[in-house]
């Protein structure tokens, strides 16, 4: 079975530029999850969706960031215009049921913002 | 504010003794707590869940889990170089609120051969 894989896995960008972020989580999986580990801080809770649907959205920094999963299945996640305080890694999990159940991670994205 | 704290070491074992790492966490109304090692540059794993009072085993991996003093631990059994890397703890809270896992910082275990 596959993992969560995520793409790209490095991205270099100049500050107010855009950059999209792709997660394709475990077939079979309706929660989706994204974190974010900026340097030096843990990592920290984004947003999660149910199939196609945000179902909490609190932890999104600001307006600048915009996720989306048409048809329930991989995710995107948009910076514009990206800030250099959002460089860190972006972190991407899936699980089966919510709650308790056991989040898979993928491998997440290196994003530089210059 | 849901907080997990970890101390985030070096955590400096020899090979073969036992690794034992720890997290305390701030709200009471967390329910899971898991364990996740990360090896650099790598995606968290997941090692252990647990979400009653008491010890979970696991191979060489023993969690615990004490609610009444908000402690969750994590012990290693014949610890090995492989061991090396990031732990991180990580807790679920139900009642609302965010649904994700929150995270320690996480500490990093090095096993000397």
């Known amino acids: 079975e596959a993992g969560v894989t995520q793409f790209p896995s490095h991205s270099v960008i100049e500050k107010g530029q855009t950059v999209t972020l792709r997660c394709d989580p475990i077939?079979?999986?309706?929660?989706l999850y994204w974190y974010r580990r900026v340097m030096g801080k843990e990592i920290k809770f984004l947003l999660h969706f149910v199939k196609e649907s945000k179902q909490d959205e609190s932890g999104m920094p600001n307006n600048r960031f915009l996720a989306e999963r048409t048809g329930g299945t991989y995710s995107t996640l948009k910076v514009q215009p990206a800030e250099l305080e959002d460089s860190g890694v972006y972190f991407c999990a899936s699980s089966h049921g919510s709650g308790f159940e056991t989040q898979y991670f993928g491998p997440g994205t290196r994003l530089l913002v210059l | 504010q849901k907080e997990v704290e970890q101390n985030s070491g070096p955590l400096s074992v020899p090979e073969g003794a036992i690794a034992s790492l720890n997290c305390t966490y701030s709200?009471?109304?967390?329910?899971?707590f898991f364990w996740y090692r990360q090896y650099s540059g790598k995606s968290p794993e997941l090692i252990m869940s647990?979400?009653?009072?008491g010890d979970k085993e696991d191979g060489r991996f023993t969690a615990q889990l004490n609610k009444a003093s908000q402690y969750v631990s994590l012990l290693i059994r014949d610890s090995q170089p492989s061991d090396s890397a990031t732990y991180l703890c990580a807790g679920w809270y139900s009642g609302g609120g965010a649904d994700g896992l929150t995270f320690g910082k996480g500490t990093h275990l090095i096993i000397q051969p």
């Open positions: 709200d009471r109304g967390s329910q899971s």
């Open positions: 077939s079979g999986h309706d929660n």
């Open positions: 647990i979400y009653s009072n």
